[in-house]
């Protein structure tokens, strides 16, 4: 499938610049583990309906063994945009989130769990395109057991398509 086909952008409206391949490296902390670094990949593909497909994996630096993966999408919605997120630890999300120059700071609207999941209380996200849109830049937060929301993930991911 060509990804840059206008008739798959077109249903996008503000999100067509987020659309693509995105590989690069990012760095974790939280007050419960030791801080790490990581390699990543998000895809967000076009689909020729309002959202993208998203899928996310990161790997220890260098290609090493896979750390963690989230799939899921982003859509128009209304006004904004949603992004659904399916973890394989039990968790999916729901964000939600306005275009402003080419940011976009999501709000939980949903966080829910499988019994054996661990006791997440909150995660925020923030995307936002860098370098005239050749960089995507991510934060995630986190509210983990007894502990606050607090910063966690960093991300700076280059254009790779």
Do not use: C, N
């Not at 995105?22 to 593909?45: K, M, N, Q, R």
């Not at 995630?140 to 910063?151: C, S």
């Amino acid at each position: 499938m060509d990804q840059t086909q206008p008739e798959l952008l077109a249903p996008l409206g503000d999100l067509t610049a987020f659309a693509g391949r995105w590989v690069g490296g990012g760095s974790g902390h939280y007050p419960t583990i030791d801080d790490f670094a990581y390699d990543e990949e998000i895809e967000l593909a076009p689909s020729g309906k309002p959202f993208l497909f998203y899928r996310s994996r990161t790997r220890k630096p260098g290609g090493g063994m896979p750390m963690h993966t989230e799939t899921g999408y982003l859509r128009r919605a209304g006004d904004g945009v949603e992004l659904l997120v399916a973890q394989p630890t039990g968790f999916v999300e729901i964000h939600r989130a306005t275009v402003s120059d080419g940011v976009l700071d999501f709000v939980s609207h949903a966080l829910d769990a499988s019994p054996d999941a661990k006791p997440v209380h909150e995660i925020r996200r923030r995307f936002e395109l860098l370098e005239g849109g050749t960089v995507l830049a991510y934060d995630m937060w986190m509210a983990f057991d007894a502990v606050p929301m607090t910063h966690h993930l960093r991300a700076e991911l280059r254009r790779a398509d």
